[in-house]
């Protein structure tokens, strides 16, 4: 079966799934938050990872109905821990951009947050660079539609694209999540070391807050807490892990 109709019947099987990866505040280690990531569970293949079918999904615009699904899911998934007690916990969920200028985001994500009673404030979207890039004035009234509503944006992978610090200025982003490549040789390598220090003192004094993606080594950790980095995620935090583990996780951090 072609991988594009493999996916059809995924979605109406429900066969996809989220994990969660916990976002620590760097200073107290507390828990802040999680990355909702989608993984398929395909009969034959077992766990297929996002990287080998959301481009797919992307071309085909099954993206869309994928999208919805994932932001669906995590609203459930939150209102399910707020239900036990265990919320407020922030969730960021992955937006493509094919998806992000879809006209029926502003709408669903009323409905959603709606049905599952989610406080916006507890929902972000990570969109990529690219989507503030396009650096037209439709990106720009979609990103303040949505902030209307009280849903934030964290901007995901940040450094790799081509956005300016005048796009971070212009549009409504709340943070900027430093991609995982920077900080993986860090803080040995003295020019990844300078650049995540500038991308620190940028995204403070633009009053945003910043994550590091892919923290993975105490002398990481250590440098970007000396830095001022306000948030960290990586696999020396936590890995991303179904609801049931992250739960015991958030009862354990609480
Ligand atoms: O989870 P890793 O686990 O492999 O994720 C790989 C990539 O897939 C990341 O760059 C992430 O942004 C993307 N991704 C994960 N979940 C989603 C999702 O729900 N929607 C979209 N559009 N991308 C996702
Ligand atoms: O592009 P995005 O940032 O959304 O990608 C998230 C991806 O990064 C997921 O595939 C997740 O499994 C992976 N990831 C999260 N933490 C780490 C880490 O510390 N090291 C590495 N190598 N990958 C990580
Ligand atoms: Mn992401
Ligand atoms: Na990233």
């Known amino acids: 079966m072609r991988i594009e ?3 059809r019947v995924a979605l109406a099987q429900d066969a996809f799934v989220l994990e969660y990866q916990p ?22 293949r077992g766990m297929v990872a996002p990287g080998a079918f959301i481009p ?3 071309d085909s615009g099954l993206i869309v109905p994928i999208g919805a699904w994932v932001l669906r ?16 916990l922030r969730l960021t969920v992955n937006v493509s951009g094919v998806q992000f200028r879809d006209a029926g985001l502003p ?23 690219s989507v503030m890039v396009d650096g037209n004035s439709a990106a720009e009234a979609r ?7 009280g849903v934030g944006y964290a901007i995901d992978d940040f450094g790799t694209g081509f956005s300016s610090l005048s ?9 900027v999540k430093i991609d995982r490549s920077f900080i993986h040789d860090c803080p040995q390598d003295r020019s990844d070391a300078h650049l995540v220090e500038a991308i620190i003192a940028m995204t403070h004094s633009l009053g945003l807050k910043v994550v590091a993606e892919g923290v993975e080594t105490e002398a ?21 892990q179904r609801a049931g583990e992250f739960e015991a996780l958030m009862r354990r951090r609480r």
Not at 107 to 116: G, R, T
């Open 73 to 88: 899911e995590a609203s459930r998934q939150w209102h399910e821990w707020d239900m036990r007690g265990l919320a407020p």
């Open 167 to 175: 796009c971070l200025k212009r549009f409504p982003v709340d943070i």
């Open 107 to 129: 709408a669903l994500l009323a409905s959603v947050l709606d049905e599952y009673r989610v406080d916006s404030g507890c929902l972000m979207l990570e969109i990529c660079e």
């Open 5 to 7: 109709t493999e996916l």
């Open 220 to 240: 990481q950790l250590a440098f970007l807490r000396a830095l001022g980095c306000d948030y960290l995620q990586g696999f020396l935090i936590g890995k991303p």
């Open 143 to 149: 990103m303040r539609e949505i902030k209307d509503q």
């Open 56 to 58: 797919v999904a992307e």
């Open 23 to 44: 976002i620590v505040d760097a200073d107290s280690g507390e828990l802040v938050g999680a990355e909702a990531l989608i993984r398929w569970l395909h009969p034959q």
